[in-house]
């Protein structure tokens, strides 16, 4: 047996801690504190797998690189640097449904986003989640950047960037790890050679040290990048760009036999679902009452005057209700 949403399981240490120490209580609160213990089993997902199996697809295997670096929000490229490319992203994912993708977004460091995988729904989600406002670091480290992607299985690993280039050269080392390493780069400009002003959250524009606005223009050493069989695209239009990136993959290689492996598993959350369904019926009604001769044979102490329901019939009746109850637990513990 596995857990499909193993991480969920962390919700149950507050629940025992709580229930162990809290104070006692009657058992139509145990049984809706096991309610929600079933209920937290169920969310984790328990599932027996059943089969495994493995098929080869003709697709490619891609590395979208995204930099998300402060200029990358600039408007030259509208709505801006950073939206374009990642519509254009998206675009490409719509129209190629069975290429492995993985999904990497750098500024001075490197993430991996998305790992390789032909599930597009992760990818997009990544994109979909991505927000400009949480990103701290500045600058464009590319050379960090492809080390990174040098660690891929691929024999031939093939990366689409979209990026401005940063304000620094490109190194010759660079150009020297991407021949050794087999990686080959599609480069999309995501600037202009004019360039433009980049805007902060509260609308005012980046300036330098001498309080002059910063102009962010494009890195031409992104050429540099191309040496290895590569291309080199000017942005102009999301369609554009997937055409170039789809033409670019058919004459490098025009597919590859990609291993896709697969998974059958029965699922048992229905299991803990029902229990925790039958547990809250039980305690939402008088129904509790039946187990409380169980739980008290087998040792649960439990307190009587706030299990039995009281009636409306008066006073007298309760407290007499009452007292042959506990008389009568009394004789069963006394056994």
């Known amino acids: 047996m596995s857990f499909i949403n193993g991480a969920v399981l962390w919700l149950l240490v507050p629940l025992i801690v709580y ?13 809706r504190w096991l309610v929600l213990l079933l209920l937290i089993i169920a969310m984790v997902r328990p599932a027996l797998w059943e089969s495994k199996s493995s098929q080869k697809v ?31 992203i998206k675009e490409f994912l719509k129209q190629n449904q069975t290429d492995q993708i993985a999904l990497v977004g750098f500024t001075i460091n490197p993430l991996l986003l998305s790992p390789p995988t032909t599930d597009h729904k992760l990818v997009s989600l990544a ?22 992607i040098a660690k891929f299985t691929d024999k031939e ?72 069989g590569g291309i080199f695209l000017n942005f102009s239009s999301v369609d554009s760009t997937v055409k170039s990136i789809n033409q670019w993959l058919e004459q490098e290689k025009g597919g590859e036999n990609i291993t896709k492996e697969s998974r059958s598993y029965f699922e048992l959350a229905f299991v803990p679902l029902l229990l925790a369904i039958l547990l809250f019926f039980l305690s939402a009604t008088r129904f509790s009452k039946k187990l409380l001769p169980l739980l008290v044979l ?37 056994l």
């Open 19 to 31: 229930v162990i120490k809290g104070k006692k209580q009657n058992l139509s609160q145990y049984l």
């Open 58 to 88: 003709e697709a490619e295997s891609l590395i979208f690189a995204l930099d998300l670096s402060r200029s990358m929000s600039a408007k030259d490229i509208k709505p801006s640097r950073r939206e374009a490319s990642q519509e254009s």
């Open 127 to 148: 994109l979909e989640n991505l927000n400009s406002n949480y990103i701290l670091t500045k600058g464009t480290d590319l050379n960090k950047l492809f080390k990174k």
């Open 157 to 228: 690993k093939k990366v689409v960037l979209f990026s401005d280039g940063g304000d620094e050269p490109l190194s010759d080392d660079l150009v020297e790890l991407l021949e050794n390493e087999n990686i080959k780069v599609m480069v999309v400009a995501m600037a202009t050679k004019e360039g433009s002003a980049i805007e902060k959250k509260d609308g005012t524009l980046v300036q330098d040290r001498a309080g002059n606005i910063v102009v962010s223009k494009l890195n031409s050493s992104l050429k540099k990048l191309t040496q290895n």
């Open 298 to 334: 087998i040792g649960i102490d439990v307190q009587a005057d706030e299990i039995f329901t009281k009636q409306t019939w008066g006073g007298h009746v309760d407290r007499l209700r009452i007292e042959r109850s506990f008389r009568w637990l009394l004789s069963l513990t006394s």
